[in-house]
């Protein structure tokens, strides 16, 4: 079970940093994927982390960053210098995982939070 937060309206240039609670599975043996879904566009992947390894899309190289507190359960994606085009809604997705490598294919995942809205506009 994955409970997101932290979403909202921000300026372009702006920050966010999204929340996603994990139950259910220790991040010492799982893969967290981070995606976005942009009205009438269809699901995007952003980053993610497997077992403390990252990896992220052009989208998000150098501006976003995932991160971890695993005696909290709790992965974070840290949102720098927001554009209009980042406006979507964002998912967490999780699966237990034992490797290195991520993995960006949506079906992979077992696990997905609610969404949170983040809105870039001025």
């Known amino acids: 079970h994955l409970v997101e937060s932290g979403g909202g309206l921000v300026p372009p240039g702006g920050s966010l940093r999204l929340s996603c609670l994990v139950s259910g599975l220790s991040l010492n043996s799982a893969a967290v994927g981070w995606f976005r879904q942009a009205p009438g566009k269809q699901r995007e992947e952003v980053a993610c982390m497997s077992n403390g390894v990252t990896d992220y899309r052009d989208s998000a190289k150098g501006r976003f960053t995932v991160s971890r507190d695993i005696a909290k359960n709790t992965v974070w994606l840290q949102m720098n210098d927001l554009q209009s085009d980042d406006t979507a809604v964002y998912y967490c997705?999780?699966?237990?995982?034992?490797?290195?490598?991520?993995?960006?294919?949506?079906?992979?995942?077992?696990?997905w939070g609610q969404g949170t809205q983040v809105t870039v506009s001025s």
């Open positions: 997705a999780a699966r237990e995982f034992y490797g290195l490598e991520c993995v960006y294919q949506a079906s992979w995942y077992l696990d």
